[in-house]
């Protein structure tokens, strides 16, 4: 399975703390991104990070990603309740589809 | 500008019976795509498909699934016999033409929880 795998698989913090999920891939990539699903809706996409980059950031995230280690990490800043969701990764494969991570399931408390 | 638009939000069906799941694309997208995700878990690719073409099909189950796009309309997801295990949300995402996953990610619509019953 191309699969990636996600951890942890939830996280409960308090509202101001920071989050950090992290993600492990199988191949090598061209990108990778990270996308929030809040509960019964729909993905959205996050922040892409290509393989020559190491860190990216927008508003209160930050994406590193390490190809050597194939890993990334997804980190929260200063969280509130609206970030409660569950986060993925994704991998591009064959130019057409995205493998997707299992999940970090987010619950940040007021 | 309108996002991906599903429908239906929920679909209930019998054991046996057809799901037919909608999808039209942002406007300006001619690249459509399926993707099932079953409880607790992330999504799995299904089809990918152009105006009138299946680009993709390697993720779809060789039976009872089919889908289409067609010149005009929204695309189709098409389930016959639904059975237990087809119970899962079916997402659809959208891509312009001439963009791949190199530099963009999808736009995602709602999508559609079918429950077979």
């Known amino acids: 399975s191309q699969q990636g795998e996600e951890d942890p698989q939830a996280l409960s913090i308090q509202e101001g703390e920071n989050a950090t999920m992290n993600c492990s891939y199988k191949?090598?990539?061209?990108?990778l991104q990270w996308y929030r699903q809040n509960s019964g809706r729909g993905l959205v996409h996050l922040i892409l990070i290509r393989s020559n980059e190491r860190e990216k950031h927008s508003g209160r995230l930050r994406v590193t990603l390490d190809t050597s280690k194939k890993s990334s990490s997804l980190l929260i800043t200063a969280s509130r309740a609206a970030d409660t969701a569950s986060y993925f990764c994704?991998?591009?494969?064959?130019?057409?589809?995205?493998?997707f991570g299992t999940g970090t399931r987010l619950q940040v408390f007021p | 500008n309108a996002g991906v638009m599903q429908n239906p939000r929920h679909l209930v069906r019998r054991r046996g019976q057809e799901a037919r799941l909608r999808c039209s694309p942002m406007?300006?997208?001619?690249?459509v795509y399926w993707y099932r995700q079953l409880p607790e878990e992330g999504l799995k690719f299904m089809v990918y498909l152009q105006k009138e073409n299946i680009i993709d099909e390697s993720g779809m189950p060789k039976e009872r699934f089919s889908a289409e796009f067609p010149k005009e309309g929204p695309s189709i997801l098409r389930i016959q016999q639904v059975v237990r295990g087809d119970s899962a949300a079916y997402f659809c995402?959208?891509?312009?033409?001439?963009?791949?996953?190199?530099?963009?990610?999808?736009?995602f619509g709602s999508g559609t929880r079918l429950t077979v019953v």
């Open positions: 995402a959208s891509s312009p033409p001439g963009t791949g996953l190199a530099n963009y990610g999808y736009t």
């Open positions: 406007k300006g997208h001619s690249h």
């Open positions: 191949t090598s990539i061209n990108n």
């Open positions: 994704a991998t591009p494969y064959n130019t057409d589809k995205l493998i």
